[in-house]
């Protein structure tokens, strides 16, 4: 069982920046894919970014703006958010995948934390 808590959501402005933290218990953490998602108000769930053994990868709506890194001695997987723009208001997710899959969906995730909400005002 994997327990994860994100932290580091709030108000922030456009043009701002965020770090989100994302502690998971367990510990084999490191051989761990860790996914970010976030969620608009009536919108589906999107993938962020996904850091694991081989690399980062990111959605084309936030490369060049986040970064996703992880400390495997702290359980962690952080993802700073620069240059924030109103559109990228949400509730953001970390995941944990202890398996295989393609990690640009939400489908080989078996672990979810339970949310922090970033908010981008203009």
């Known amino acids: 069982q994997v327990q994860l808590v994100e932290s580091g959501g709030g108000l922030v402005q456009a043009g701002g920046s965020l770090r989100l933290s994302c502690a998971a218990s367990g510990r084999t953490f490191s051989t761990y894919a860790m996914g970010w998602f976030r969620q608009a108000p009536g919108k589906e769930r999107k993938f962020i970014a996904y850091?694991?053994?081989?690399?980062?990868y990111y959605a084309d709506s936030v490369k060049g703006r986040f970064t996703i890194s992880r400390d495997n001695a702290k359980n962690t997987v952080y993802l700073q958010m620069n240059s924030l723009k109103p559109e990228d208001t949400a509730v953001y997710y970390c995941?944990?995948?202890?398996?295989?899959?393609?990690?640009?969906?939400?489908?080989?995730?078996?672990?979810w934390g339970q949310g922090t909400q970033v908010t981008v005002s203009s």
């Open positions: 995941a944990a995948a202890t398996g295989t899959g393609v990690f640009t969906t939400s489908v080989p995730y078996n672990y």
């Open positions: 850091i694991n053994w081989s690399g980062a």
